[in-house]
């Protein structure tokens, strides 16, 4: 029986030699394309063509044709090789889009011809490339995805996305498509060879991309960003992770947005800089099944990386992308069985034949019937794939590090395991994510390390209905309770002395929260307090950003003067704008835009409404800050479908001293470092 998949909607591959069949409603250029664990193509053989037919374990079409098939050997596929996609190309001279010719069919068949699964590609508008499905390995094993992500700039802009440096894409695509076009064209091909390549002198955005961004749903937004390793060579830049203020401040949105559409946070990998030239360890493989015809058991640290933090990392953001998928393909088979329904009730009741005849009733509980089995049968492939992945949860949560760990996790307690590392971590885990259909299946937040955008904690009554529901000085506690959490992961998971730590608590109304930090001797300086405290603060730190700005210019970041700390820095601003005028606000905007490249970070404990007196000033900052809660909200969406995700922040247990023992052993690190 074929599987219908729904985009997003994921499906098993029992066999290792499967065929792909396409049936376009046009003669299309049909590509196969490989790529890493991350998505990211590198290197020359990456994409299969007419010019180029054969690549390991995969075996392209060879002209323009409505129908093709790939034969595909997963088992000679290289080990690096983590995805495997189906790329459909209008060809130059033919239709301008895919949403003007009829919708395009891709297939998975097993060796004997039985199609295992299908998906129609629909939705599709002014996209000219396609990426219909991958194959992908998850686990040792190999599954089917139906993808259907567009790009209207063309192969040229797909093959951006994936990684290809712009000059590297626009020759790959330029080969590929030079088979669709007759040389006899001339000019006009050329042309239209540029278009469908995509004009690569800029960056190209997918036009039904929806897939490369987390999102924040509430309506005035701010940007940041994670990152995340990769096997390949570094791309170019870092991609955004980001959170805003509540819903309901006023103020336009990115690109123009007045309030509408949610702004967008990525949840990538980290793309770290690696001197070595050497391959990525490989992965653990997972365990075999216990009965056949079971998943694999899931291991920790099934994915790629240089190190086992690396790999838990992707693992985790597998995690994430399989969630947010799985669950999208149930809501979209929900909502496909309510909406047949819906229609078949309709056509029901507008034939006279049913009302007159009696027969209304039948054909309504027909119509139920079939709504209930389809929903029955999308329950089920949600229940398996929700079950592997508790499973793979339960095993990855115990292996994660320190930096990505709860607070409760046993290594907190390991003084051995919590011992100052000697490296940066990659990344710091902010909470958890959980969806309404398995809310006990929670997903770490990991953010990038250095933090690239500064955090902003809401400690506002209006910011979500959880924090209206709460009394005002505990929700303020809870908001700098957190503040002081994550300042204290920070300084536990850093080497000792690389990393340091200023407070502004102008007013002193954080004084209970910072008492940890304050008896630990381990902040730069005690807590800045009224307007003095913060001009010096503020300007001791904007020096430190000016000088290390003009001596990375100059080539000598070594002939830094004696007093400037090279640590990295972090900022933490409570009950801003208490004690704030206008220069110290420009300097705290300046510091939010210019501190992360040279290793000042802002940490702010703030309420939105009590700032707005500073009007279209603050914009630029909120919009720059990552927007959290201290209490659980569904303010942030993910990368792929866009679900709204619940955030819930990763606090210490009620009466536990695992801050104060971590503050200990970073003391007693730092005191033995010193000279």
């Known amino acids: 029986m074929t599987a219908e998949l729904v985009r997003g909607q ?64 997963l088992d000679a596929v290289a080990a690096d090789v983590h995805r495997v996609g189906v790329l459909l190309v209008l060809p130059p001279g033919g239709p301008a889009r895919f949403g003007s010719v009829p919708a395009s069919y891709v297939a998975v068949a097993d060796p004997a011809g039985a199609e295992l699964a299908g998906y129609t590609l629909t939705g599709l508008e002014a996209e000219t490339a396609v990426v219909a499905l991958e194959l992908y390995r998850r686990q040792s094993a190999w599954k089917v995805r139906a993808v259907g992500q567009g790009y209207a ?217 079939r709504r209930e089995e389809l929903v029955a049968q999308a329950q089920a492939v949600l229940d398996r794939d929700l079950a592997q992945l508790i499973a793979e949860s339960e095993v990855v949560e115990p292996a994660l590090p320190a930096a990505y760990a709860r607070w409760d996790n046993p290594v ?43 955090i902003w904690i809401d400690n506002g009554r209006t910011g979500s209905e959880a924090a209206m529901a709460m009394d005002t000085d505990r929700l303020r506690r809870a908001a700098m309770d957190m503040a002081v959490a994550h300042a204290v992961r920070l300084l536990a998971v850093h080497p000792a002395d690389r990393f340091s730590v200023h407070v502004i608590d102008a007013a002193g109304a954080g004084a209970a929260s910072l008492a940890p930090l304050v008896r630990a001797g381990v902040l730069a300086g005690p807590p800045a307090a009224g307007a003095h405290g913060v001009t010096q603060t503020l300007a001791r730190l904007t020096r430190r950003v000016d000088l290390v700005q003009m001596a990375l210019r100059a080539g000598a970041p070594e002939d830094l003067p004696p007093d400037v700390d090279t640590a990295e820095q972090l900022l933490l601003v409570h009950d801003f704008p208490h004690g704030f005028d206008d220069r110290a606000v420009t300097q705290l905007r300046y510091l939010a835009d210019e501190g992360p490249a040279v290793g000042v970070h802002l940490l702010m404990v703030a309420d939105r409404d009590e700032a707005s007196a500073y009007g279209p000033l603050l914009d630029p900052l909120w919009r720059s800050l990552m927007r ?15 679900h709204a995700w619940t955030f819930e922040p990763d606090l210490p247990p009620q009466g536990s001293r695992v801050l104060e023992q971590a503050l200990d052993r970073v003391a007693e690190a730092r005191r033995t470092t010193r000279p």
């Open 10 to 73: 994921n499906h098993p591959v029992s066999h290792s030699r499967v065929e792909i069949r396409v049936s376009a409603g046009t003669p299309v250029l049909a590509l196969a394309s490989l790529a890493d664990e991350q998505g990211r193509f590198a290197g020359e053989a990456v994409l299969a063509h007419p010019g180029a037919r054969s690549l390991p374990g995969v075996q392209a079409p060879g002209e323009l044709a409505d129908r093709h098939t790939f034969a595909v050997d």
């Open 153 to 369: 700039d063309g192969l040229g802009a797909l093959l951006t996305d994936g990684g290809l440096p712009a000059a590297d894409a626009a020759a790959l695509a330029a080969a590929a498509l030079r088979t669709a076009a007759p040389a006899a064209q001339g000019e006009g091909t050329l042309a239209a060879l540029r278009t469908l390549g995509g004009d690569l002198r800029a960056p190209q955005t997918p036009a039904a991309q929806g897939q490369n961004q987390v999102q924040n749903q509430s309506q005035n937004p701010a940007q940041n960003q994670v990152q995340g390793p990769a096997a390949a060579p570094e791309p170019p830049g870092p991609a955004p992770v980001s959170g805003v203020p509540y819903a309901g401040t006023p103020g336009p949105a990115p690109g123009g947005d007045t309030g509408g559409s949610p702004p967008t946070i990525n949840y990538a990998h980290p793309r770290r800089r690696r001197t070595s030239t050497e391959p990525p360890e490989p992965a653990p493989r997972a365990a075999a099944p216990q009965e056949p015809g079971q998943p694999p058991r899931p291991v920790a640290g099934d994915a790629s990386g240089w190190s086992m933090e690396e790999r838990l990392y992707n693992q985790v953001w597998g995690m994430f992308e399989d969630l947010a998928r799985t669950v999208a393909a149930y809501r979209s088979a929900v909502e496909f069985a309510d909406s047949r329904m819906d229609r078949e009730l309709d056509e029901a009741l507008s034939d006279p034949r049913h009302r007159l005849g009696g027969s209304g009733n039948a054909a309504r509980d027909t119509a139920r019937a």
């Open 412 to 454: 907190w307690h390991d003084s051995r395991a919590t011992a100052p590392p000697e490296e940066n971590p990659l990344a710091l885990r902010l909470g958890d994510l959980y969806l309404p259909e398995r809310p006990d299946l929670r997903i770490p937040m990991l953010m990038r390390v250095p933090l690239e955008r500064g």
């Open 628 to 642: 959290l809660s201290p209490v659980p909200d569904s303010h942030l969406a993910d990368p792929w479908v866009h």
